[in-house]
């Protein structure tokens, strides 16, 4: 069973950035499909950006894209989401996730604690 921890979050003022990382251990699919979820207080979860294994397809939401971009490490078990031109609505904590395909990945029953970002205006 594959363990997540999300790292990185902090305060920033508009328009700056922030890099996230997603540590994974324990076992893992190949295969499997990787990605980042946001939840601000009082809201549901919301689907950000999901990474394929091999790092050549991604897909974003259409509220960062063009400014958040995904990656993994898989040598170091790492997931990365590069997030520039940060805006107050991007205020939330940022949790990582994995499965065979995103749909598997919004149904997920186990969340970890994630990593809070703030960003003031």
């Known amino acids: 069973q594959v363990q997540l921890v999300e790292s990185g979050g902090g305060l920033v003022q508009a328009g700056g950035s922030l890099r996230l990382s997603c540590a994974a251990s324990g076992r893992t699919f190949s295969s499997y499909v990787m990605g980042w979820f946001r939840q601000a207080p009082g809201k549901e979860r919301e689907f950000v950006a999901a990474i394929n294994w091999s790092g050549d397809i991604t897909v974003y939401s259409d509220s960062v894209k063009g400014r958040f971009t995904i990656s993994r490490d898989n040598a170091k078990n790492t997931m990365y989401l590069q997030m520039n031109s940060l805006k107050p609505e991007d205020t939330a904590v940022y949790y990582c996730?994995?499965?065979?395909?995103?749909?598997?990945?919004?149904?997920?029953?186990?969340w970890g604690q994630g990593t809070q970002v703030t960003v003031s205006s």
């Open positions: 996730n994995s499965g065979p395909n995103i749909a598997t990945m919004k149904g997920k029953d186990y």
